[in-house]
């Protein structure tokens, strides 16, 4: 069974920087895309950012190019999300995604495994 655990996020001040993190156990980590996803109440589940299983490829959503940057180490089977200059519009909860393939993907579906999300908070 795949388990991903996010951590890293909480308030910071708007222009501020987090980090998140995810860890993967379960299978070969190596072998497989992952994502970041964001989703606020009441409102779709949005694409954040994708690596693939080498870290070769990366993708980002429009509202956050620029300012995220994805990662991984696959020998510590962790993905990261690095935020910088956050906006209060970045307030919601952020879910890491294990892809169901090794090339990185943008759509929800291309993802089988989801963590429970880590809450990110950014005050004016």
Known sequence: ?????ESGGGLVQAGGSLRLS??????TFSNYAMGW???????EREFVAAIS????ST??????????????DNAKNTVYLQMNS?????TT????AAGKFGRANTSIN?????GQGTQVTVSS
């Open 93 to 96: 909860v952020y879910y890491c």
């Open 37 to 43: 996803f964001r989703q606020a109440p009441g409102k």
């Open 1 to 5: 069974q795949v388990q991903l655990v």
């Open 59 to 72: 993708y980002y959503g429009d509202s956050v190019k620029g300012r995220f940057t994805i990662s991984r």
């Open 86 to 90: 956050l906006k209060p519009e970045d």
């Open 110 to 114: 291309d993802y089988a495994y989801w």
């Open 53 to 56: 299983w080498c870290g070769g």
């Open 22 to 27: 995810c860890a993967a156990s379960g299978r």
